[in-house]
């Protein structure tokens, strides 16, 4: 099972050394993760997606609010959140291909954000799902490069 | 001055642990961190946003390529790359506000991705500078929440 956890911590100095510290000493998977300022500034939001049963979790969660740079530990169950991630794809065109991978961008409500005489480079942005869906009808035009964010979520209520 | 490196990594157990441990022990600064999988299942990328003069950069560059794990490292300068970031912010709303948010969202060309009586979650996606204009606007409505991917990059050509 794949769980989204949002950690709040302050802002010092090798915290995310020892977040993913933590992670790999325990033996804990690590899927996805990012690590970025908030409003206040003494304080980044990481953000992890990893693998593993409710035991494994509770054991994470447990793991993190011991660690003295951790302020705030929220772990998301499904429909509690909104959850969404970046990607940059990069993908061949040629004279013939370009208008159907535009028609495909504009389905997905993607973005062109450069053109190249023999490459488009789009981003994307919504669920895991619907990236991976986006992905995938690229890589039949030829997937030149990639690059994706990982998850970020916030709590709806 | 910023830089921004992205960073091919075998898909293998700890290696973030060991780039975020290699940061940390040199001394070196992270602003923005993300970690995620590529269309090869073997190997993720990373893309980092660190501060530092141009001798502290080549020495980031150097030490990464010492890291068994490491594929390949990129090292954007200026006006080579396209680069994005994804955030969720959450602004408190009422009757009368909404309206004036949602205008800000559709010029921003930024989604609602959740209503609530109080409250509207928002996805906005651009450089740093266009994510960081948009919450300062929202700061004045009332930042409930918010989560920031860090930056991803691609080079243009």
Do not use: C, W
Not at 72 to 87: C, H, I, K, Q, S
Request: aromatic share 6%; hydrophobic share 40%.
């Amino acid at each position: 099972m794949r769980h989204t956890i949002s950690v709040l911590v302050e802002n010092k100095f090798g915290v995310l050394a020892r977040v993913a510290g933590m992670f790999s000493g325990r033996g804990f998977n690590i899927d996805t993760l990012n690590v970025a300022p908030t409003q206040d500034p003494t304080a980044s939001r990481m953000t992890i997606v990893t693998q593993g049963d409710d035991a494994t979790l509770e054991q994470i969660v447990k793991q993190l609010n011991k660690l003295p740079e951790v302020i705030e530990v929220r772990d998301f169950r499904t429909g509690e959140y909104v959850d969404r991630e970046l990607a940059l794809v990069k993908v061949a065109v040629n004279s013939k291909t370009r208008s159907e991978v535009m028609q495909i961008t504009d389905i997905f409500r993607a973005k062109i954000v450069d053109v190249q005489p023999k490459s488009l480079t789009i981003e994307v942005t919504g669920t895991e799902d619907k990236v991976n869906k986006f992905i995938e009808l690229m890589r039949a035009f030829g997937l030149l490069d990639l690059t994706r964010t990982g998850r970020v979520a916030l709590p709806r209520a």
